[in-house]
């Protein structure tokens, strides 16, 4: 009976030892891993400062610059209409034996020809220039006409260089007073004149 006991004892403990041996050399079980799914979200900006805000609005909006062909053409044209300058219409001019004698008038509305050129005739007429040769000298009297043809206010405005010249110049305007009368077209008081003496230095 022990025999038996013994032997089957004996197998037991021997298969447990292989048990045992087996399960030390074998490589440990991994557990069951875990998938995790991840959302990735953007950090939450911070909220905007009142000084930032108000920078932001006190900041000039600059806003395009667009032409339609409409403003385009209307330039156009204005630029095709604008009126061209008058051109600037010469003084009347009288030549002398040894000179020449040129008038301008104050007042833009005076457009009688005819009285200028009777004015400049009855000057020129009284100029006797004192010069014989020399170089080329001009010498302007300035005057004003009144409504009756009275000269007044005559005086040198414009000197030559030369005295002679000057006082003869002069002495011709007020040797023509009276001039011609106005004429009723022109509404003025009188009529302001500039008158050029010119020596010719021949």
């Given at each position: 009976?022990?025999?038996?006991?013994?032997?089957?004892?004996?197998?037991?403990?021997?298969?447990?030892?292989?048990?045992?041996?087996?399960?030390?050399?074998?490589?440990?079980?991994k557990?069951?891993?875990?998938?995790?799914?991840?959302?990735?979200?953007?950090?939450?900006?911070?909220?905007?400062?009142?000084?930032?805000?108000?920078?932001?609005?006190n900041?000039?909006?600059?806003?395009?610059?667009?032409e339609?062909?409409?403003k385009?053409?209307?330039?156009?044209?204005?630029?095709?209409?604008?009126?061209?300058?008058?051109?600037?219409?010469?003084?009347?001019?009288?030549?002398?034996?040894r000179?020449?004698?040129?008038?301008?008038?104050?007042?833009?509305?005076?457009?009688?020809?005819?009285?200028?050129?009777?004015?400049m005739?009855?000057?020129?007429?009284?100029?006797?220039?004192?010069?014989?040769?020399?170089?080329?000298?001009?010498?302007?009297?300035?005057?004003?006409?009144?409504?009756d043809?009275?000269?007044?206010?005559?005086?040198?405005?414009?000197k030559?260089?030369?005295?002679?010249?000057?006082?003869?110049?002069?002495?011709?305007?007020?040797?023509?007073?009276?001039?011609?009368?106005?004429?009723?077209?022109?509404?003025?008081?009188?009529?302001?004149?500039?008158f050029?003496?010119?020596?010719?230095?021949?």
């Open positions: 009976m022990r025999k038996p006991f013994f032997i089957s004892l004996g197998i037991h403990i021997g298969i447990l030892l292989l048990i045992y041996i087996a399960s030390a050399f074998s490589a440990p079980m557990p069951p891993q875990k998938v995790y799914s991840v959302k990735i979200i953007a950090a939450p900006q911070p909220p905007k400062t009142k000084v930032e805000e108000e920078s932001k609005k900041e000039p909006q600059q806003k395009p610059h667009i339609t062909e409409k385009a053409k209307k330039k156009h044209r204005k630029k095709k209409h604008e009126p061209k300058s008058k051109p600037k219409q010469s003084k009347p001019h009288k030549n002398l034996a000179g020449s004698a040129s008038i301008d008038i104050e007042g833009q509305n005076f457009s009688d020809d005819f009285y200028l050129n009777l004015i005739t009855k000057v020129a007429n009284n100029w006797l220039n004192p010069l014989r040769g020399g170089r080329k000298m001009t010498t302007t009297i300035y005057f004003r006409i009144q409504r043809g009275k000269v007044s206010d005559a005086k040198i405005e414009k030559s260089g030369n005295s002679l010249l000057d006082q003869s110049a002069l002495r011709a305007v007020l040797a023509s007073s009276p001039l011609p009368p106005l004429p009723e077209s022109y509404s003025g008081d009188f009529l302001g004149v500039h050029e003496f010119e020596h010719s230095g021949k």
